[in-house]
T-cell receptor, first 112, second 119 residues
Framework: GNSVTQMEGPVTLSEEAFLTINCTYTATGYPSLFWYVQYPGEGLQLLLKATKADDKGSNKGFEATYRKETTSFHLEKGSVQVSDSAVYFCALSPYNFNKFYFGSGTKLNVKP | DTGVSQDPRHKITKRGQNVTFRCDPISEHNRLYWYRQTLGQGPEFLTYFQNEAQLEKSRLLSDRFSAERPKGSFSTLEIQRTEQGDSAMYLC?????????????????FGPGTRLTVL
């Protein structure tokens, strides 16, 4: 079946610290992988995506690499800001894109 | 694009009442999805439409739930005889599956959600 597991939060970091949020997946076939972000009081926003093995998605200083051999899609950022405080969701979509499977979310708190 | 909109943003109802939510997708997006998100969890897929056809329904969608997309544009999600367990955020998303285009063009864009509280 299809499922996503991501590290539990909350994750609390100081501004300018390095961020890693782990995400691993189980999927049939060759899924596409996504990171969505949900800021307080707002809807889910696409942060980045990767559609095949070894692809790297990047946006706003965040990066994630599609690792087929380890079935992982870890989110990283070299220097977090207070404005990055949000809940981050890892998701996969099977080849035909008829639905997404989401992880349970990881809350990030960045302190000044 | 003005984005995906949902109405209402909040709904409080008493157990046993019926409620209906509306979703307006990004114009010309032919796919529309409904998800449910409970506190501390990620969204769970409920159903999706391609144009006006409802192509898949999750087992989470009991017979008290019904969704429609009559003209392939906006969609409604109705919950009959609401129960306290229905309290959740109901999310709508849309995407554009381009005819003949690669599936890698699909990205789901989410609305702000409708928060339902059943008392």
């Amino acid at each position: 079946g299809n499922s996503v597991t991501q590290m539990e939060g909350p994750v609390t970091l100081s501004e300018e610290a390095f961020l890693t949020i782990n995400c691993t997946y189980t999927a049939t076939g060759y899924p596409s992988l996504f990171w969505y972000v949900q800021y307080p009081g707002e809807g889910l926003q696409l942060l980045l995506k990767a559609t095949k093995a070894d692809d790297k998605g990047s946006n706003k200083g965040f990066e994630a690499t599609y690792r087929k051999e380890t079935t992982s899609f870890h989110l990283e950022k070299g220097s977090v800001q207070v404005s990055d405080s949000a809940v981050y969701f890892c998701a996969l979509s099977p080849y035909n894109f008829n639905k997404f499977y989401f992880g349970s979310g990881t809350k990030l708190n960045v302190k000044p | 694009d003005t984005g995906v909109s949902q109405d209402p943003r909040h709904k409080i109802t008493k157990r046993g009442q019926n409620v209906t939510f509306r979703c307006d997708p990004i114009s010309e997006h032919n796919r529309l999805y409904w998800y449910r998100q409970t506190l501390g969890q990620g969204p769970e897929f409920l159903t999706y439409f391609q144009n006006e056809a409802q192509l898949e329904k999750s087992r989470l969608l009991s017979d008290r739930f019904s969704a429609e997309r009559p003209k392939g544009s906006f969609s409604t999600l109705e919950i009959q005889r609401t129960e306290q367990g229905d309290s959740a955020m109901y999310l709508c998303a849309s995407s554009a599956r381009l005819a003949g285009g690669p599936s890698t063009t699909d990205t789901q864009y989410f609305g702000p959600g409708t928060r339902l509280t059943v008392l």
